[in-house]
């Protein structure tokens, strides 16, 4: 039997902002925080799953939800969201740039203007998304942000070669910014998932060949699921990880 969730007293009244939570590892990571007692805000493309989520939030019991649907390809709307929700919060303690999308592409068919909406999506948010918190963070003398990146890339998985450049200067954006961001006690890390089953990863890309690729590659035979994802953003949000930055933590089975 998996164990009961771990708790955060840290976490509790902190406000929290991520990018991309209405649905997936998003909303895993949106609810858990809600559960830990944190203020959340969050942006997502879709309306429909965002309010169903945060409706499910606050039937829980764990009050009301700040989210907007935006398009981060949008930065102009994104850091303006980002800047209503502080507004309405107040200054973000921690942020996750979960937002990505990896659409299948052939490095064939890649015209410039694809390669740029992939980029848009896949990376640009994040710089700008800490570029908008940071002020708020040194404000509070100290904060917590969380760089989703991605294993697919280190184990050489083919079939999005621009996502897979993406997400690979994941690791140089936490990196880059460690020493810079430390020096206000704002740490900076990265959470890489592996192949996670949500419900989109499961409707296209699973089937009987997937599921020989998960058996010979993990070292776990669990299937990944968006809360483990969520397990490790929280720990890395919270005072738990006080003396953690710079670092790049894996999810994956062991697949890598």
Same mark, same amino acid.
């Given at each position: 039997?998996?164990?009961?969730?771990?708790?955060?007293?840290?976490?509790?009244?902190?406000? #929290?902002?991520?990018?991309?939570?209405?649905?997936?590892?998003?909303?895993?990571?949106?609810?858990?925080?809600?559960?830990?007692?944190?203020?959340?805000? !969050?942006?997502?493309?879709?309306? +429909?799953?965002?309010?169903?989520?945060?409706?499910?939030?606050?039937?829980?019991?764990?009050?009301?939800?700040?989210?907007?649907?935006?398009?981060?390809?949008?930065?102009?709307?994104?850091?303006?969201?980002?800047?209503?929700?502080?507004?309405?919060?107040?200054?973000?303690?921690?942020?996750?740039?979960?937002?990505?999308?990896?659409?299948?592409?052939?490095?064939?068919?890649?015209?410039?203007?694809?390669?740029?909406?992939?980029?848009?999506?896949?990376?640009?948010?994040? !710089? !700008?998304?800490?570029?908008?918190?940071?002020?708020?963070?040194?404000?509070?003398?100290?904060?917590?942000?969380?760089?989703?990146?991605?294993?697919?890339?280190?184990?050489?998985?083919?079939?999005?070669?621009?996502?897979?450049?993406?997400?690979?200067?994941?690791?140089?954006?936490?990196?880059?910014?460690?020493?810079?961001?430390?020096?206000?006690?704002?740490?900076?890390?990265? #959470?890489?998932?592996?192949? #996670?089953?949500?419900?989109?990863?499961?409707? *296209?890309? *699973?089937?009987?060949?997937?599921?020989?690729? *998960?058996?010979?590659?993990?070292?776990?035979?669990?299937?990944?699921?968006?809360?483990?994802?969520?397990?490790?953003?929280? !720990?890395?949000?919270?005072?738990?990880?006080?003396?953690?930055?710079?670092? +790049?933590?894996? #999810?994956?089975?062991?697949?890598?």
């Amino acid at each position: 039997m998996p164990n009961a969730p771990s708790t955060y007293p840290s976490l509790r009244g902190r406000a #929290v902002f991520v990018t991309g939570g209405g649905s997936g590892i998003g909303a895993a990571i949106v609810s858990a925080l809600a559960a830990q007692g944190a203020r959340v805000a !969050f942006v997502d493309i879709a309306a +429909e799953p965002s309010q169903a989520l945060a409706g499910s939030i606050e039937a829980a019991g764990h009050g009301a939800v700040w989210w907007r649907a935006c398009d981060v390809r949008d930065i102009a709307a994104l850091q303006s969201s980002i800047a209503d929700a502080q507004a309405a919060l107040g200054d973000f303690s921690v942020l996750v740039n979960n937002v990505a999308s990896d659409d299948r592409h052939t490095l064939e068919s890649v015209t410039p203007a694809y390669y740029d909406d992939r980029i848009a999506i896949n990376e640009r948010p994040a !710089f !700008f998304a800490i570029q908008a918190v940071v002020p708020g963070m040194r404000r509070l003398g100290a904060g917590s942000v969380i760089n989703l990146g991605s294993t697919g890339w280190q184990a050489k998985g083919s079939g999005y070669p621009v996502y897979s450049i993406a997400k690979s200067s994941v690791n140089g954006l936490t990196r880059g910014l460690a020493r810079t961001l430390g020096a206000d006690r704002i740490r900076i890390n990265t #959470v890489s998932p592996g192949w #996670v089953m949500t419900e989109r990863q499961i409707k *296209l890309w *699973l089937d009987a060949e997937g599921e020989k690729e *998960l058996a010979r590659n993990q070292c776990l035979p669990d299937k990944l699921q968006p809360n483990d994802i969520a397990a490790m953003v929280l !720990f890395l949000a919270s005072d738990d990880a006080a003396m953690c930055t710079a670092q +790049e933590f894996k #999810v994956d089975a062991g697949w890598v």
